[in-house]
């Protein structure tokens, strides 16, 4: 079933625990309206669970997420006891975001595509086992489990995403052999987010959408702002088609807040995620979007 009402808004940023005063950034973003707070799942960088255990034990209401845990990196159920226990250290705030590795990484290590999805299948599965099965220890103080969310880029991603996620993370971009974020032009945007809303709606499932904004630009010269933007971001598009997009959020605090409002009544995009850089900048357009 379609939802008929437009879901509130919530907004998250997403860091690198190792790259800045955790602690602090976590209070900052509490402090300035942030619903979440979140980090990644790289080698090479801090584990996200103590990561979030800390940033929960820093503030006292802001929610924490891994955006994104990714499974070609865990065994299942080793996940399952991380999550549960991070959940209840956190007071019940945690959110978990999953996703199965990009195949430029993944493929060094001799995984396909195939592969990967398949372990993203089996982590759900055995999430949706485990975590709300009252002999499972620890167990997580949300019941029946914390929300699960599913980032999508690929087809199975999204079937996989309809049939069983809380909340579904629009990716946006592919990463194209030789790496590099590829930004999805306006019209594959749509052709994404309108095949996964049209799949829920065949499944007759809800799910919160999410985007993360890869860039956010405080202007009142959209125009010359989005041609930068473009040759440094996205040299594939025009700086028109930036505009449209969701991923890419530039204008005055104002042009912002009707840019997700519009993006929110076409798309159903109401979790919006922005990057550490632009904690403070974004920041006042969140009272804009709690006002309506």
């Known amino acids: 079933m379609t939802e008929t009402t437009e879901r509130p808004f919530r907004f998250a940023v997403n860091a690198l ?9 976590a209070r900052e973003a509490e402090s300035l309206g942030y619903d979440l707070i979140g980090t990644s799942d790289h080698l090479g960088m801090t584990a996200p669970f103590p990561s ?3 940033a929960a034990a820093a503030t006292s209401r802001i929610r924490v997420t891994t955006y994104v845990v990714n499974t070609t990196l865990w065994d299942p159920e080793v996940l399952a006891r991380e999550i549960a226990g991070t959940d209840r250290l956190t007071g019940g705030r945690l959110e978990v975001g999953l996703h199965p590795g990009w195949s430029s990484s993944t493929a060094t290590a001799g995984l396909t595509e195939a592969d990967r999805l398949a372990r993203l299948a089996k982590t759900v599965d055995v999430l949706e086992r485990l975590l709300p099965d009252p002999e499972h220890r620890p167990r997580p103080l949300q019941r029946p489990r914390p929300p699960l ?16 996620a809380d909340l579904i993370g629009v990716m946006g971009a592919g990463l194209p052999l030789g790496g590099g974020l590829r930004l999805l032009a306006p019209d594959e945007f749509a052709r994404t987010v309108d095949g996964l809303r049209d799949r829920l709606a065949e499944l007759g499932r809800t799910a919160e959408l999410n985007v993360g904004a890869k860039r956010v630009v405080i202007t009142d010269d959209r125009e010359t702002a989005a041609e930068k933007v473009r040759i440094d971001l996205a040299p594939h598009l025009t700086a028109s088609q930036l505009l449209d997009l969701p991923t890419v959020l530039i204008g005055t605090h104002e042009e912002i807040a009707a840019q997700l409002r519009a993006a929110r009544a076409r798309f159903g995009l109401s979790y919006i995620t922005v990057f550490a850089p632009f904690l ?12 309506g």
């Open 17 to 25: 625990a190792h790259d800045t005063d955790w602690p602090a950034l």
């Open 280 to 291: 403070r900048d974004f920041a006042p357009v969140i009272p804009l979007l709690r006002e």
């Open 149 to 164: 969310m599913i980032v999508v880029n690929e087809p199975g991603e999204v079937e996989l995403a309809a049939r069983h």
């Open 52 to 54: 979030l255990v800390a």
